[in-house]
């Protein structure tokens, strides 16, 4: 009798361990968009639009935050306007795009977004952090579809630098031309990952000793999508 128990007991043992073990193979379906997924030429960014009126409430999320993150705002704003919430390229349920986050990309993408689900000017662009920039790159690409901003915590283009023919120079203060031909000479040819490890460290230590933090936290986020 007692040996029956043992036995049962180690089969129990055994079996709670393959469970275990087996419980990170298990991949739960991923959850279901609560908008719509709009083909903007070749690929499909979430839009999630809701209420009716004008203008209508368009929100950018800031940095690695997704549509989702206004759940708590859109329901109450959509009783008085329509509000729409979407995912940039690469977040959430968006395909990726060309390049993440960037400014002129991200304005013709969210531009092209809307026109293909439908959605009219004038529009109210709310720019949380980060999205301060891109809505604010709007307004200034598009100033006849913009009845108004709205910035939450906003960043500022200040602290955006680039270098451009080794000179380090701010957002502000670049050309258009010559801020798409950087793009797309860095497009053309991207940094292979082995380099851009190289760079952090050095760039890393500069930062530690020289406390020269502007452009640090953008080369780190590029590091690291690219490591």
């Known amino acids: 009798m007692k040996r029956l128990s043992r036995i049962g007991l180690s089969l129990v043992a055994i079996c ?8 990170p193979l298990i991949s739960e379906p991923a959850p279901i968009p609560p908008g719509r997924l709009i083909d903007i030429g070749g690929r499909r960014l979430h839009l ?15 940095l690695g935050a997704f549509s989702t993150d206004w759940a708590l ?10 509000f729409c919430s979407y995912d ?22 969210l531009r092209m977004l809307l026109r293909r689900a439908g959605v009219e000017p004038p529009y109210v662009l709310i720019g949380a952090s980060i999205g301060g920039l891109y809505v604010r790159a709007y307004q200034r690409r598009f100033p006849e579809e913009v009845a108004g901003l709205v910035l939450d915590d906003p960043s ?10 080794g000179k380090d120079k701010v957002l502000d ?15 053309r040819t991207p940094s292979p990952p082995r380099e851009l490890q190289r760079r952090w460290k050095r760039q890393r230590t500069d930062c ?20």
């Open 16 to 23: 709670s361990c393959l469970l275990v073990l087996s419980g």
């Open 48 to 62: 999630n639009c809701t209420g009716s009126g004008s203008p209508t409430i368009v929100a950018e999320s800031g």
């Open 73 to 82: 705002v859109q329901p109450l704003v959509s009783k008085l306007t329509r």
């Open 88 to 109: 940039r390229a690469g977040y959430a349920w968006s395909d990726n795009g060309p390049a993440l986050d960037m400014v002129e990309e991200t304005a013709d993408d």
């Open 156 to 165: 500022s283009e200040q602290f955006l630098d680039f270098q451009i023919e």
């Open 173 to 187: 203060d670049i050309p258009a031309n010559e801020l798409r031909a950087m793009f797309e000479q860095r497009l």
């Open 208 to 227: 530690r000793r020289k406390r020269k933090w502007r452009g640090c936290g953008r080369f780190v986020n590029c590091w690291r999508r690219n490591r």
